[in-house]
Structure formats: C-alpha cells, structure tokens
C-alpha cells in the first residue's frame, strides 16, 4: 500500500536560513513517481518537481534543491537562504504507476519563514 | 498557459442539498482527478477518471459521490445529499499523463450548513 509520511508538521525559520523538509513514502511497486507541491496561503497548489524511481540524481532549481535516495526510501527537500514568500504549506506525494492513477500525499509541512 | 478552471469558487449549501462542482481541464489532458481538503489537513484522493470511466476511488467515494465528464470539456463531481462533513476545498486535477505532474485547478470551497 502507498503511504506518504511527513513528520515535520511545522517548521519555523528565519530569512536566509536552509531548510530542509522530509519525505518518506512506502510502495510496493517498483515504478513511481514522486512529486512535491507547494500551498501558499492563498489556498492553490503549485507543481514543484516530480521525479520517477529510476532516476535518482539529485535535482537543483535556483533555491530549491531534492534530494531522492531509493535506499532509504526519502525526497527531501531543501530550500537554500529561504524568503518570506516561501512560507506555505509543502507537500509530498506518491504515485504508483500500478496504483489506478491515485496520489497520495503526505499531511505537510508548514513553513514559517520571519523576517 | 493553460489552466484547471472551477466553478463556482465557493459553495453554501444546506444539508440534505445536491451539489454539483465543475471543472474544466486542460484541453489536452486525458486524466482527470478529484480531491478534498477538510481545512488544516492534508489532500484527500477522491476519484480519478480516464477513458470516460472511473480508474479508481477511494473509501471517501461512496454512493454519495459520482463524476461524470458530460462534454469534451468539463468534469463534474455531484454530491447527492450533502452532510456537515462534506465542507471543505475540493481540488479538481488533471494531466496529460499518468507519470507527469498533476496541474490543479484554484478549489472550490464547499461549506454544508
């Protein structure tokens, strides 16, 4: 069965600061997806990155960077000297390529970012 | 670009009532979902839909929901007899491609007085 687990439920930081947000998922299937989107405080939700099983090189955008290690079954997430306008909700999700076209998401994480 | 679009963006309804949500995918995409979001809490699978047919529901589906794509453009999600735990923001989703990213639409917000 999918599962998507997030432990951190609210982070808080200063601007400038790293942070890095954990993901980690179960599947029994060998081909997946994984995705991460963001939920600003305005309610929507924002397409980061998707990555499937068979690529596991690391991934970087501007400030955002991921990190998959099938081995301990993790996308972690680090956003690098972090802004105000980064504060959200962010989510992790898993789709399994056998899973009937469902996502599952993690809970969330909450991130403060203070001025 | 192109985007998700859902009517209405906020929906009062009496308990007992009927409510239909819309949404208008992305021309080109040929998988569209459903989820909920009761406030504060994460994202609800509800349905996905491909091929003019259901791909797979979840436990949240029950005979209470049904979808149906009526047109070559829009997707509906109907409640029949809508209950206090029904309120929350129900995301419409869709995409080209079962492994691609999803693109959702901005939510319609359902409050059941």
């Known amino acids: 069965a999918q599962k998507v687990t997030q432990a951190q439920t609210e982070i808080s930081v200063v601007e400038k600061e790293d942070v890095t947000l954990d993901c980690v998922y179960e599947?029994?299937?060998?081909?997946?997806?994984l995705f991460w989107y963001k939920q600003p405080p305005s309610g929507e939700l924002v397409f980061l990155i998707r990555?499937?099983?068979?690529?596991?090189q690391n991934e970087i955008s501007g400030r955002y960077s991921w990190n998959f290690q099938k081995s301990t079954s993790s996308f972690n997430f680090t956003i690098t000297a972090s802004q105000v306008v980064d504060s959200a909700v962010y989510f992790c999700?898993?789709?399994?390529?056998?899973?009937?076209?469902?996502?599952?998401f993690g809970a969330g994480t909450r991130l403060f970012v203070k001025a | 670009e192109p985007e998700v679009t859902q009517t209405p963006s906020h929906q009062v309804t009496q308990m007992g009532q009927e409510v239909i949500l819309r949404c208008v995918p992305i021309?080109?995409?040929?998988?569209f979902y459903w989820y909920r979001q009761i406030l504060g809490q994460k994202v609800e699978f509800l349905v996905s839909?491909?091929?003019?047919?259901?791909?797979?529901k979840s436990e949240i589906f029950d005979d209470q929901f049904s979808v149906e794509r009526p047109d070559g453009s829009n997707f509906t999600l109907k409640i029949r007899s809508t209950k206090l735990e029904d309120s929350a923001m129900y995301f419409c989703?869709?995409?080209?491609?079962?492994?691609?990213?999803?693109?959702f639409g901005p939510g319609t917000r359902l409050t059941v007085t």
């Open positions: 021309s080109n995409h040929l998988y």
């Open positions: 839909f491909y091929n003019n047919e259901i791909s797979e």
């Open positions: 599947t029994r299937d060998t081909t997946y997806y």
């Open positions: 989703a869709s995409t080209r491609d079962r492994e691609y990213e999803q693109y």
């Open positions: 990555r499937n099983s068979f690529d596991e």
């Open positions: 999700a898993l789709s399994e390529i056998t899973g009937g076209f469902k996502t599952i």
